[in-house]
């Protein structure tokens, strides 16, 4: 199946795996494009990337740094995200490409794409 990057309905759900194992569901609450948003449901197995994506959240808001974020450790965490975890669409197919970010109210961010990003810039376009 084809998932052009457009706008999916507010209300679908997408999944997030470890493995074979569902760690999360994100339910689209709206767009921004090129981020989508969602809320999310946290299940068992999701505890041990909490910290993760709390690392990412400190790059983001680097105090240090005069753009505001630590663009070598954003895109660290990103690499290591999609090491890690896996994106299906509604339907249940793979996602190819995606940035995600799960923020601690509940609340996620993600950009996705239907073909795999370059091997030579995992981070591109993600800031």
Do not use: K
């Amino acid at each position: 199946m084809t998932h052009p990057n457009e706008n999916p309905p507010v209300g679908d759900v997408w999944r997030l795996h470890h493995g074979d194992r569902e760690v999360v569901r994100l339910t689209v609450t709206g767009f921004d494009m090129p981020w989508m948003y969602a809320a999310v449901e946290e299940l068992p197995g999701f505890e041990p990337f909490r910290p993760l994506f709390a690392e990412q959240e400190r790059a983001l808001d680097d105090p240090d740094d005069p753009d505001g974020l630590d663009a070598d450790r954003l895109d660290a965490c990103d690499a290591r995200i999609r090491a890690a975890l896996t994106m299906t669409y509604p339907d249940g197919t793979p996602v190819p490409e995606f940035f995600l970010r799960v923020h601690g109210d509940g609340a996620a961010g993600r950009r996705w794409h239907h073909d795999p990003f370059g091997t030579d810039a995992p981070g591109e376009g993600s800031r």
